[in-house]
């Protein structure tokens, strides 16, 4: 058993695959849950209760490279959560230049919970597959 960590660092802005065990998780005997801030992992799945959270530094899953369907995951689950922090930095840098929200509008239907403007919707979109109430995966 390889195992590997998928390590998100906001402040950074970027997503990390690392080898070393990182400092607070622990790997049950038969690395079937991972421990980390409260939280439990299953090795090999994509848990995305971490997804929306813009503030989000650490460990964020744990796969084993010796199963095939983990690394299948591993990608899956990396490709979604850099297009959520990606999608965050263009809102912010086009945000200082044109509105991309309206905070003080009615939340639209579905997730959400303020009204973006149309700059910000499209750049939404282009990070949700085209899905403005969309996810990232």
């Not at 980390?36 to 995305?48: A, H, I, L, Q, T």
């Not at 639209?108 to 996810?135: D, F, L, M, Q, W």
């Amino acid at each position: 058993m390889r195992l590997v960590y998928l390590i998100r660092d906001n402040e950074k802005t970027e997503v990390d695959l690392v080898f070393n065990k990182p400092v607070g998780v622990r790997v049950s005997k038969n690395a079937t849950t991972w421990y980390y801030r409260c939280f439990s992992y299953r090795v090999g799945e994509d848990d995305r209760r971490l997804l929306y959270s813009d503030g989000w530094t650490g460990p964020i899953g744990v796969f084993d490279l010796d199963k095939p369907g983990h690394l299948k995951t591993l990608f899956g689950m990396f490709q979604s959560h850099l297009r959520s922090m990606l999608e965050h930095q263009i809102l912010l840098a086009v945000g200082e230049h044109t509105p991309v929200e309206l905070p003080n509008k009615p939340p639209p239907s579905g997730p959400g919970g303020h009204h973006r403007t149309p700059v910000g919707s499209a750049i939404v979109k282009v990070c949700r597959h085209n899905n403005e109430h969309g996810y990232w995966w």
